[in-house]
């Protein structure tokens, strides 16, 4: 039966550790394989930019001994209001597994309803669930353990952070989010976070005693005519040297990428000791290779 990750609630807790174990295995043997997805093909279908998961799901196939086909939105009959269902369910015959990053939820979820091979969320504007195995991944191997911290976001409640919310309600870890009113993670997140997970007013009671903190752009994309805007609500919400004092000495800053340095964190924090947002990306390759491996080896 082919599986689909559309959320990061389409894993057990025991699979998430399960692929955390094994990209960090796979991390530390970096060249060593024996290509367990020859002759396999991924294909991407990407709506949006990207740099970081667009490279990572490529180098990942290809060094599992695979190979990708990639379609942005206009290389495809989508782009001509082809209907989704017969886009998946052809794609299906030519292809092992899709990655789509896109707009809708909705969409994504439909590719998954069609299609006979397995559909993994690439980035809708609601979840973004492979960025936070990753993280995860990132968390376990600077911290050593992930149940049992305080894991701050401050900023927008986005799709990263919705995707967090999901993490802490499945893992069982600590999350307190400092978002301003009006840009708080969506009710359908906070339904299922159960009570390891808090929304605050303000950054401080977030970064208070926090063991990692994290924070995304404060204008996703889609959202650029949005920027001015947000950045006057977003006034105060800045990661930065005042406010890692109240965080605990040992803390680790993580934002996923790009970044607006000034805006949502400073470039001091950013390029500082405590800063591992460069692992970050890198992990996303390591985990999209022990993603892949056990959706099709």
Known sequence: MKRDILTIRDLSSEEVFRLIER????????????????????????????????????AAMIRLGGGTIFLGKADTQLSRGEPIRDTARVLSRYLDALAVRTYAQDTVEEMARWADIPVINALTDRYHPCQILSDLMTVQENKGKIVGLKIAWIGDGNNVANSWINAAGLLGFDLVLACPSGYRPSPEALEKAGEKVRIVDEPVEAARDADVINTDVWASMGQEEEHGKRVEAFQGFQINSELLAYCKKDVTVMHCLPAHRGEEISEDVLEGPYSVVFDQSENKMHMHQALLEWLLA
């Open 23 to 58: 990209a960090l295995e796979i991390k530390k043997k970096q060249g060593k394989t024996n290509f367990p997805l020859r002759g396999r093909i991924l294909g991407l279908i990407f709506d949006k930019p990207s740099t970081r998961t667009r490279v990572s799901f490529e």
